[in-house]
């Protein structure tokens, strides 16, 4: 007869999440993963069948969270302005908690860049041409850029929220709020 679990599995997702965002994967352990969810090994490879299979959990559950700051983004009607706050709005949910820096897909893309992971490799490829499909879509609202502008301002863009998340782990709010205007100087 199998055990119950102990435990709810969306809890222990968000904390071995917050864990992997604040350390890298790489730098995550086993024991760690026990400490802070509060459950042993036995149960961790029960539920996720190892910490790949826990990691891969985890940014499907930071994705949900980020869902709906891009339901906003995908929604809004201003182009270029909808972009700037996207920015914005990207940099609060990834500040919830304040021992977590940045963006855990951004994070995760920088860490993996190298990998032949094919899983985690697939998800960020996903999720990154979904952002840059999203650029286009609000560049386009201005109808007087052509076609490859829009495509050279949304690589630029794409490779600005990769430097606005990696900055967010270090920067001041008022470096940041300057990066940010910065940014959309000539756009």
């Known amino acids: 007869m199998a055990r119950k679990k102990e435990y709810k599995e969306e809890e222990v997702l968000e904390k071995a999440?917050?864990?992997?965002?604040?350390?890298?994967?790489?730098?995550?352990?086993m024991q760690m993963l026990e400490k802070e969810m509060g459950i042993n090994k036995f149960s961790i490879y029960s539920s996720f069948g190892s910490k790949h299979g826990l990691f891969i959990e985890c940014l499907k559950c930071y994705k949900i969270k980020v869902n709906r700051v891009l339901q906003k983004f995908?929604?809004?009607?201003?182009?270029?302005?909808?972009?700037?706050?996207?920015?914005?709005d990207s940099i609060d949910i990834d500040g919830e908690e304040k021992k977590l820096k940045g963006c855990l897909l951004t994070n995760t893309y920088n860490e993996?860049?190298?990998?032949?992971?094919?899983?985690?490799?697939?998800?960020?490829?996903?999720?990154?041409d979904n952002l840059k499909s999203l650029f286009i879509l609000k560049l386009k609202m201005n109808l007087d850029k052509d076609e490859e502008t829009v495509m050279k301002q949304a690589n630029f863009l794409l490779l600005a929220k990769h430097g606005l998340a990696a900055a967010a782990r270090v920067n001041s709010p008022e470096e940041i709020k300057d990066y940010i205007e910065m940014t959309f100087k000539n756009i």
């Open 74 to 88: 995908k929604n809004a009607s201003e182009g270029v302005a909808d972009i700037k706050q996207f920015f914005k």
């Open 17 to 29: 999440m917050n864990l992997f965002w604040h350390n890298s994967y790489e730098s995550t352990s």
């Open 112 to 128: 993996f860049s190298e990998s032949e992971d094919l899983i985690i490799r697939e998800q960020m490829i996903s999720f990154m």
